[in-house]
């Protein structure tokens, strides 16, 4: 049974950090390419960051210089380090792991950047 488990969202002040990670079980983690994705109210979900099993990194155009996705294959899991965070980025954050046939989401977790 494949599950991969967001943690770490939460309320943090505009121009905080946070940091997201999602633990994945019942893949092959350390083939598999992750990403962050995320879904404000009454917007489509978008991505915002991914890592490939070599590591190569892609964020949108929002997050640049802002935001840095990492993974730990000893562990299974992937992080997404937000800081200097603004109003804009509150959404759910889902994570994605993209194989050959099959994508697996995880169930998100709210991030809400407010005073």
């Known amino acids: 049974q494949v599950q991969l488990v967001e943690s770490g969202g939460g309320l943090v002040q505009p121009g905080g950090s946070l940091r997201v990670s999602c633990a994945a079980s019942?893949?092959?983690?350390?083939?598999?390419?992750m990403g962050w994705y995320r879904q404000a109210p009454g917007k489509q979900r978008e991505l915002v960051a991914s890592?490939?099993?070599?590591?190569?990194?892609n964020y949108a155009d929002s997050v640049k210089g802002r935001f840095a996705i990492s993974r730990d294959n000893a562990k299974n899991t992937v992080y997404l380090q937000m800081n200097n965070l603004k109003p804009a980025d509150t959404a759910v954050y889902y994570c994605?792991?993209?194989?050959?046939?099959?994508?697996?989401w995880g169930q998100g977790t709210q991030v809400t950047v407010s005073a």
């Open positions: 019942g893949i092959t983690f350390r083939i598999y390419d």
């Open positions: 994605n792991a993209k194989g050959v046939t099959l994508d697996y």
């Open positions: 890592i490939t099993r070599g590591g190569n990194t």
